[in-house]
């Protein structure tokens, strides 16, 4: 296994400064954002305990995005991420999550071809009490990221040298996809 196929490993010592264990420096949250972010796995680990704490920190990034007004999760969201912390809700919350974002990341011309193969597990998250609500969410959800992608075989709406926030819309665009792959990559070990 190659170098950027492993881990970043961090270790967080006692101080609970974070240490990156290939560059041999202190390091921040923002700056493990930035290896996620980059397409690095990270892996932190508390140095005396050995105790893995990545979903911790992950958390935590997220939190601290939020928190700053970049908000990824719409409100209606997270508050159905917080229903689905009851026994019931935790065995297929995470798996649709996962399928969620892995059909974001394979792009709009499979989510039809995922949906029709998520059914039976919709039949029987159908059954949980606030399914409606959690569906409507994630469709909204799913309408609002898809909202800026193209289209194949449609037509671009104007040139950019016609709309001169098309650059900057395409730099956000691609910033939310990285954004959305992080996220996706944190979300998918929660279901671990």
Avoid: C
């Avoid at 997220?62 to 809700?89: C, F, K």
């Amino acid at each position: 296994m190659s170098a950027s196929q492993k881990p970043l490993l961090i270790k967080r010592y006692a101080s609970r400064r974070l240490y990156n264990t290939e560059s041999s420096d202190y390091v921040t949250l923002e700056d493990i954002a930035g290896f996620i972010r980059a397409g690095r796995e990270v892996q932190i680990i508390d140095l005396k305990s050995g105790d893995d704490l990545t979903r911790q920190y992950l958390l935590q990034i997220i939190a601290e995005h939020e928190s700053r007004g970049e908000n990824v999760l719409p409100l209606d969201v997270l508050t159905d991420l917080v229903r689905s912390y009851t026994a019931q809700a935790q065995s297929v919350v995470p798996e649709f999550l996962s399928m969620s974002f892995d059909m974001l990341r394979q792009g709009p011309n499979k989510i039809a071809e995922q949906m029709t193969a998520i059914n039976p597990m919709m039949a029987q998250m159908s059954k949980m009490p606030g399914f409606e609500a959690m569906q409507r969410q994630q469709q909204q959800f799913m309408e609002s990221i898809m909202s800026g992608w193209p289209t194949p075989g449609a037509e671009p709406a104007s040139s950019e040298a016609e709309n001169p926030a098309a650059e900057e819309n395409a730099e956000d665009l691609s910033e939310i996809r990285k954004q959305l792959a992080a996220l996706e990559s944190k979300l998918s070990k929660l279901g671990r």
